[in-house]
């Protein structure tokens, strides 16, 4: 019913749509910079002066 | 944080390690006022006012009380109470902490103390802790206990004889370092050097738990937040109780990290920010960290759900601290330059504690050195 280059152009243009949908997403997603204190988790070699 | 990360394909989160909470705070501080703020930030309560003197962070009731919101009623008041300015909303704890008492069981046993009752006043702590040193002709091989010497201890101390060293209410220019409680507080811990109980000197913060696990000491004043770190590290059975009771009874204050939302950062990562926050203090994932940490699981709901509700009943040593909450207020001293002025406390310790200062004369002069910290901030005292 279809024709090789036609099975093949379509074979591209669907894999072109899943690229620019992946790196849509990819641009979408957030990263989020987390400032977090070493060593919370209290122990004899923690180096904060509290709890 | 890895979890999240997994689960969520449109938030990614990456954690900065930046020092303790001294050094977190000077660094995200420093990216506030050079206009690249982080996003979120894990900081102690009293740096509330500074957070917003730098108009580094926002309220947070909005979220609370939107659809995607938290119960917020939820967690523990005396941990709430460093988290409200200007009656909003502008942290939601974490890990948070008090002090507790720990006790070596099997030397309570050996001294003929009974090991499931830990001394309940300062009276029976001096008591207890003279029965508890073991001398080896000069040489003390075992303390009564320890004190580190710390703002956040004394603090303590200050609250069971009767006055909270910092404020109890909305009031970033109150500090409270040489009133009469304050003073006969800071006494008693030098007491307990002259009584022979305590060693001489300084004590610094990682010194005591080390002492502990090494039987060189009896008992400690220390975090919750190293319950796990002394569980798993002593070889004799560890006993918890809360602080023993001044003159005006039981008291503590609180401490330990809590989630900011930065200001700048644009509505859409505010908005990420805050599923990040929701996400971290579900019961379930706080209760584990509770475990993991030994701090306080700060809300009532993660204790009624496992994994915490299975653990308490098993490590009974981990509820010590969240029964003491009833006593427990402010963590000290929630005031503008907050940072500062706790080591200026500190110092004003470490001189007592070395014999360099009577009581009077350190806080005096810690006093006088809070007032012009305060006076720098804007405050007029």
Redesign the interface.
């Known amino acids: 019913m279809f024709s090789k280059s036609a099975l093949f152009r379509a074979l591209l243009v669907f894999c072109s749509l899943l690229l620019l949908i992946g790196g849509a997403?990819a641009q979408?997603?957030?990263?989020?910079?987390?400032?977090?204190?070493?060593?919370?988790?209290?122990?004899?070699?923690?180096?904060?002066?509290?709890? | 944080?890895a979890d999240f990360n997994a689960t969520h394909?449109?938030?990614?989160?990456?954690?900065?390690?930046?020092?303790?909470?001294?050094?977190?705070m000077a660094?995200?501080t420093a990216?506030i006022l050079s206009g690249q703020p982080?996003?979120?930030?894990?900081?102690l309560g009293i740096d509330i006012y500074s957070l917003i003197q730098t108009e580094g962070i926002i309220p947070l009731d909005d979220y609370i009380a939107s659809e995607e919101g938290l119960d917020i009623d939820d967690f523990f008041d005396a941990f709430m109470a460093n988290n409200i300015a200007d009656d909003q909303v502008w942290s939601i704890p974490w890990?948070r902490?008090?002090?507790i008492l720990y006790y070596n069981k099997d030397a309570f046993a050996e001294v003929g103390l009974d090991p499931d009752t830990p001394p309940a006043t300062w009276e029976e702590l001096v008591e207890f802790g003279k029965q508890l040193v073991v001398q080896d002709g000069d040489n003390v091989t075992r303390w009564g206990v320890e004190v580190p010497s710390?703002?956040?201890?004394f603090a303590n101390f200050a609250i069971q004889a009767g006055q909270h060293i910092g404020s109890l209410g909305d009031e970033p220019c109150a500090v409270y370092l040489d009133t009469p409680e304050a003073i006969e507080a800071l006494a008693f811990l030098r007491r307990l050097q002259d009584e022979g109980i305590m060693p001489d000197g300084a004590v610094a913060?990682?010194t005591a738990?080390?002492d502990f696990?090494a039987g060189a000491s009896a008992m400690i004043y220390?975090?919750?937040?190293?319950l796990?770190?002394?569980l798993a590290?002593s070889p004799f059975e560890v006993g918890t109780g809360f602080m023993p009771g001044g003159s005006a009874g039981y008291g503590a204050n609180v401490?330990?990290?809590n989630f900011y939302i930065m200001a700048d950062i644009g509505q859409?990562?505010q908005d990420?920010?805050w599923e990040?926050i929701r996400w971290m203090v579900r019961p379930e994932q706080i209760g584990q960290w509770g475990i993991?940490?030994?701090?306080v699981a700060p809300r009532a709901a993660a204790w009624e759900v496992d994994p915490l509700k299975s653990y308490a009943e098993e490590v009974p040593q981990a509820s010590t601290a969240r029964e003491q909450l009833p006593y427990a207020v402010k963590e000290f001293p929630a005031t503008f330059g907050g940072q500062e002025i706790?080591v200026i406390t500190?110092q004003a310790i470490e001189a007592v504690n070395t014999g360099e200062l009577t009581p009077e004369e350190a806080l005096a002069i810690a006093q006088e050195r809070a007032n012009d910290v305060l006076t720098q901030n804007g405050c007029e005292l």
């Not at chain 2, 938030?11 to 977190?24: H, L």
């Not at chain 2, 993991?292 to 701090?295: E, I, T, V």
């Open positions: 997403a979408d997603a957030i990263t989020l910079q987390f400032f977090y204190p070493v060593g919370v988790a209290a122990g004899p070699s923690h180096r904060r002066l509290c709890g | 944080m394909d449109h938030i990614q989160v990456e954690p900065v390690f930046t020092g303790g909470y001294s050094e977190n660094r995200a990216a982080p996003d979120v930030a894990i900081l890990q902490s008090t002090p710390s703002f956040w201890l913060w990682g738990p080390a696990i220390h975090s919750t937040g190293s796990s770190t002394l590290n401490g330990g990290g859409e990562r990420a920010a990040f993991d940490s030994g701090y706790q500190t």
